[in-house]
């Protein structure tokens, strides 16, 4: 028999219901329905089955030891209740899922501080409105027009260049 008597539910519904996809609300409420129904139907039941007294029945039955016998059996009796195996799984997988969910914050936290960086950079550099081409390129090396070292055709993108491998099979 369980060793404690469930008084009320230990589910938090408020929290759940907040955390189901919308989708998903008709599920949701006849599962709750099922799960209350359930909790009454054991909730209808005695904790412990009624007592029964053996001395009555002693005066009223003539078989000797009839009454011994059942009262043997019915105090051995022991309805078996089901052994938690699930519980210890539930848990690893929290655990893992902590985990997880550390390690993704420590490498959101890294990002976030190189794209403070980033902002920080930008902030310390000139509006674009206020640069010349030269500031440009100083500032962006890898963007920057540069007609001595990678001379460029107009209009200047990848596609009208004498070396996009694209357009010379296009053309033969």
Same mark, same amino acid.
């Given at each position: ?11 938090? @519904?408020? *929290?759940? *219901? ?9 599920n949701f409420g006849a599962f709750k329905t %099922? ?8 909730? *209808?039941n005695p904790e412990n089955p009624p007592q029964?007294? @053996? ?12 009454? &011994?016998?059942?009262? %043997? ?18 848990? *690893? ?5 902590? $985990? ?7 490498? $959101? ?10 902002? #920080?950079?930008? %902030?310390?550099?000139? /509006?674009?409105?206020? !640069?010349? !081409?030269? #500031?440009?390129? &100083? ?11 990678? /001379?460029?055709? @107009?209009?200047? #993108?990848?596609?009208?260049?004498? #070396?996009?491998?694209d357009r010379a099979h296009a053309e033969h």
């Open positions: 028999m369980a060793s404690r008597r469930i008084a009320q539910t230990s589910v938090n @519904w408020a *929290a759940l *219901a907040e955390r189901v996809p919308a989708n998903q609300k008709a %099922k799960s209350d129904a359930y909790l009454r139907s054991v909730l *209808a029964i007294n @053996w001395a009555h029945y002693k005066q009223l039955i003539p078989v000797a030891g009839m009454v &011994d016998t059942f009262q %043997k059996q019915y105090e051995a009796l022991k309805v078996p209740y089901p052994v938690d195996n699930v519980t210890p799984q539930v848990e *690893a997988e929290i655990k893992e899922t902590k $985990s997880e969910i550390e390690s993704f914050k420590k490498g $959101s936290q890294a990002r976030i501080a190189q794209y403070q960086q980033s902002i #920080d950079h930008l %902030k310390q550099m000139l /509006p674009y409105d206020q !640069m010349t !081409m030269e #500031d440009y390129r &100083d500032s962006f090396p890898e963007q920057a027009l540069d007609p001595i070292n990678r /001379p460029t055709f @107009w209009p200047h #993108d990848a596609e009208e260049q004498r #070396d996009n491998k």
